[in-house]
């Protein structure tokens, strides 16, 4: 018994996050009204928690290891571990289902399975061999991550490479001056864009004599180009900022009081 | 005469023998004393949660430049000082983290001067040390450093509570319109014309994001809305936690709206935690299934504006939510309506239309002008350099 650590934070812990939701879901079998206070009552007590030990810096709520505030944190990293083995089984229902009944996009499912599987198996075999999933001790690779810096990381990087060709094609149709706001925008993102890269000198580097007056041009609309995005640009950002900031706010105060319920698909009347 | 001269002559003999004995006959330099810090105090740190003592002390004037301070530590009864820190003059303060709650220490603090010789002619001269009173730490009931962040969310929770009652007692109230969250039914209406399905992507935080649970609230709607319409949704979700929540949310909106044949497992779905896997997988949706309403809403990263540029090109109607400044320009330059900010977390009361809900977005708007009005006081204040202002609005 002298291992056992029972602190007031970890009793009332598991009291509050333990034993309130299994009361909660066998008092919810003979009566539905209860099953559906007891998420509202465990968000309200999720959300005061850490609210609290921004105020309240006793040991038992805020201290950085043994506190409440950050054991639920560590209680969500907890649930996320069992959260995800739901996640792989709903992979592979969902797709077994589409490559047996042969659905739109089944191959693509029969992919997935087989990655899932492979993956898996190799990092199956690192922990059952005790090499792991990285380099060796000679400095080569498992299987597992030869698959990883071979396939799966030019796989992720071509993916990413795409944003190039949709930032092109989202500034192409966003720069269209088909208003007073949108003629605004283009203006705004051509001196900015100027502003950025040396493009005068470049222009300019044919003709030397223009040189001069093209270095001038190009520092001043550097200088521009810092006005716009510390000034206009920073202003509408902090205006968005502070209104998400109190939108945020506003919606943890409703989540909380148990006002707010349609993120658990109830509504007036539920 | 003579013999008063004698002993005069006989007494500056006495009293400096030294000085006679001295070969050269000049007077050394008498050793430099090396001063004391001032005003030191150990006191339980105030405002925290225990385990650290906080050691206050005034340098003392003409410090020599190679000073330190040297703190040292006993814990009582022994007498026995350990070196806890040496800190450089100025600092005037020092936090002893190493402290444990219910011990009692005594603490001392001096000054070393490494130039400087001590009477001994050995350099490293240390001044008188000044010893503290016993102090012991202990955790605090309220951060006082935060007490104006406390009036303020004590302020804010007020006007909301009281714009809450105020929407109960009848009274009506203008919420100005948002064409983003207005187009909601438009959009899943043409899914149910054209016969395709919604597809609604929560973003990829976690559900420990508040923007994630103001897209739930959102789903929670539109789910409802796919019931009563019949039309199919999809769901894809990165985050475990996210899924299994966004399982729930559309699994309730479908039995609230008497609907349960209609809802299935695979409408709420997992793919990958992988950010970009994530991407491509429900970029390849939007283009083989063709969704007629993609709602992209939540927290999202680079993987935005990939996946609203390929809906784009699907030709579905977008309506695009997040709070993040960087992402919105994406979704405003490649989406039909966005909701920017503020409006995301009002959505779920907007489109609930409860009065309830409604009267809070009005003490969200009232706290901003509020805001708006310090803001404003502030800068007026501050050019007219009163920094008063500014200062207790400072938070720590």
């Known amino acids: 018994m002298s291992g056992l650590d029972l602190s007031f934070g970890k009793v009332a812990l598991f009291l509050c996050f333990g034993l309130l939701p299994i009361a909660g879901f066998l008092l919810g079998l003979r009566a ?40 639920l944190d560590q209680y969500l990293i907890i ?80 993916i990413f490479a795409l944003l190039a060709f949709f930032m092109a094609s989202a500034a192409f149709r966003a720069f269209r001056a088909r208003n007073a706001e949108a003629t605004i925008l283009l203006v705004a993102g051509v001196l900015v864009m100027m502003g950025r890269v040396p493009l005068l000198e470049f222009i300019a ?46 919606m943890a105060i409703r989540v909380i009081l148990g006002i707010e319920r349609s993120y658990l698909g109830l509504g007036k009347g539920d | 005469m003579k013999l008063a001269a004698g002993l005069s002559l006989l007494a500056l003999l006495v009293a400096a023998p030294v000085a006679v004995a001295t070969p050269t006959g000049t ?21 925290d949660s225990g385990d650290a003592i906080l050691l206050t002390w005034g340098d003392p004037p003409d410090l020599p430049a190679d000073a330190v301070i040297e703190i040292r530590r006993a814990q009582p009864p022994a007498d026995e000082w350990t070196d806890l820190a040496k800190v450089k003059p100025g600092v005037g303060q020092y936090v002893d983290t190493t402290a444990r709650d219910g011990n009692v220490y005594r603490y001392e603090v001096r000054v070393r001067s490494a130039g400087t010789a001590d009477s001994t002619g050995i350099a490293g001269a240390v001044g008188p040390p000044v010893v503290s009173d016993p102090a012991a730490s202990h955790d605090n009931w309220f951060r006082a450093e935060r007490t104006n ?78 019931a009563r319409y019949g ?120 489109l609930s239309r409860e009065p309830v809900l409604l009267g809070s977005i009005r003490g969200q708007d009232l706290a901003k002008a509020l805001l708006l009005l310090f803001g404003i006081v502030g800068i007026v204040a501050a050019t007219f350099g009163i920094t008063w202002f500014a200062t207790v609005l400072n938070t720590r």
Not at chain 1, 32 to 60: D, E, M, N, T, V
Not at chain 1, 94 to 100: M, P
Not at chain 2, 29 to 47: I, S
Not at chain 2, 149 to 173: D, E, K, N, W, Y
């Open chain 2, 149 to 226: 962040s406390f009036i303020a969310m004590g302020l804010f929770t007020g006007i909301i509570l009281v714009s809450i009652q105020v929407a109960r007692s009848g009274r009506p109230l203008f919420i100005r319109k948002i064409a983003g969250l207005n187009a909601v039914d438009e959009a899943i209406g043409r899914a149910t014309e054209l016969g395709r399905k919604v597809l609604y992507v929560p973003g990829i935080a976690s559900v420990n994001d508040i923007q994630t649970v103001a897209s739930l609230a959102i789903l929670g709607h539109i789910a409802r809305a796919s």
């Open chain 1, 32 to 71: 539905p009204s209860i099953r559906r206070q007891g998420p509202i009552i465990l968000a309200f007590l999720a959300g005061i928690i850490p609210i609290l030990s921004i105020y309240i810096p006793k040991r038992f709520l805020a201290h950085p290891e043994m506190g409440m505030s950050p054991r």
């Open chain 2, 27 to 47: 007077l050394p330099p008498a050793p430099p004393e090396v001063p004391a810090p001032l005003a030191f105090t150990a006191v339980d740190r105030p405002g």
């Open chain 1, 79 to 158: 649930v996320a571990g069992f959260a995800l083995p739901l996640g792989i089984v709903n992979v592979i229902q969902n797709s077994s289902r589409k490559a047996i009944r042969r659905e739109t996009g089944w191959p693509f499912a029969v992919v997935l399975l087989v990655g899932l599987f492979v993956m898996g198996s190799f990092g199956i075999y690192g922990a059952w061999t005790g090499e792991g999933i990285g380099f060796r001790v000679d400095g080569t690779s498992t299987p597992f991550k030869w698959m990883e810096e071979n396939c799966f990381k030019p796989l992720q990087s071509t």
């Open chain 2, 231 to 350: 039309t199919d949704l999809d769901c894809p979700n990165r985050d475990p936690l996210t899924f299994v929540s966004a399982r729930e949310t559309v699994r309730s909106a479908f039995l609230a709206e008497g609907r349960p044949d209609l809802f299935r497992e695979e409408m709420v779905n997992y793919i990958t935690y992988d950010q970009f896997a994530y991407t491509a997988a429900v970029s390849g949706r939007m283009v083989r299934e063709k969704p007629a309403a993609n709602f992209l809403i939540g927290h999202f990263f680079a993987e935005a504006l990939i996946m609203a540029e390929t809906g784009q090109s699907t030709g579905a109607i977008q309506i695009a939510g997040t709070a993040d400044p960087a992402q919105l320009p994406f979704f405003v330059a490649a989406c039909d309506y966005t909701l920017i900010g503020e409006e995301l977390f009002a959505a779920g009361a907007y």
């Open chain 1, 205 to 250: 580097t044919p003709f030397p004599p223009l040189m001069p007056a093209a270095a001038a041009a190009s520092q001043w609309l550097g200088k521009l180009t810092e006005w716009i995005m510390d000034v206009p640009n920073s202003a509408a950002q902090s205006g968005i900022i502070i209104g998400a900031a109190l939108g945020a706010a506003a």
